[in-house]
């Protein structure tokens, strides 16, 4: 069975330009959050998408924003890119919602430099 | 609200050391509780989880015994290896997944 898929891996932007982060879940798997990890923050939660609405957000502005789509894939969007906005995002997928006692499978990554 | 509190690192052992990386959690009720593991340059991956009080998980000679009573959950290895250089994460179901700060651990020959 295949796992989560994230694409690009490696990518770098420009202060000020967007970026797009693409995850393919398990298949089956409903539930897709996205997580920053950086080496002072650690892993922070930024949302969860379920059944393509999301159910949950982290406290990150409003230039993080997300979507899921009808075959439970996923992409999460950062406008107006800042230097302090790299960093490795990790997409998890899940069959049940958060809360429950189900574990995250999560992708390798990609990895956001921002110059 | 929810949360977890793991031990800070980075800890360096010698191969064939004890490991313990200790992990205390603040929940309403009764979760789950895992430890995922992130190998150099690759996402996490669930190491062991216990679903209730007293249980323990084990997993690739890594236990944790889910205890109630001191709200913890610490990973315990007897004799690790080389390949056991990652970081590791205590996480805490919710409405989010709670993830400790990560601990890495360097193991040398």
């Known amino acids: 069975k295949a796992g989560v898929t994230q694409t690009p891996r490696y990518l770098i932007k420009t202060r000020g330009q967007q970026v797009t982060l693409s995850c393919s879940p398990i298949?089956?798997?409903?539930?897709v959050s996205w997580y920053q990890q950086t080496p002072g923050q650690g892993l922070q939660f930024l949302f969860e998408?379920?059944?393509?609405?999301?159910?949950n957000k982290g406290n990150f502005p409003g230039r993080f924003s997300g979507r899921q789509f009808s075959n439970s894939r996923s992409e999460m969007n950062v406008s107006t890119l800042e230097l302090g906005d790299s960093a490795l995002y990790l997409c998890?997928?899940?069959?049940?919602?958060?809360?429950?006692?189900?574990?995250?499978?999560f992708g390798e990554g990609s990895r956001l430099t921002v110059l | 609200g929810d949360s977890v509190t793991q031990m800070e690192g980075p800890v360096t052992l010698s191969e064939e050391a004890f490991l313990t990386i200790n992990c205390t959690y603040t929940?309403?009720?009764?979760?789950?509780l895992f430890w995922y593991v992130q190998y150099p340059g690759e996402g996490l991956q669930l190491l062991l989880k216990?679903?209730?009080?007293?249980d323990k998980g084990s997993n690739k000679g890594f236990e944790a015994t889910y205890r109630k009573e001191t709200t913890s959950f610490h990973l315990e290895k007897g004799s690790v290896q080389v390949s056991d250089s990652a970081v590791y994460f205590c996480?805490?179901?919710?409405?989010?997944?709670?993830f400790g700060t990560g601990t890495s651990l360097t193991v040398i020959p």
């Open positions: 998890a997928s899940s069959l049940e919602r958060q809360g429950g006692t189900g574990e995250l499978f």
């Open positions: 996480a805490l179901p919710g409405n989010q997944f709670y």
């Open positions: 929940a309403t009720g009764y979760p789950s």
């Open positions: 298949s089956g798997h409903r539930s």
């Open positions: 998408y379920f059944s393509e609405t999301q159910r």
């Open positions: 216990a679903t209730k009080a007293d």
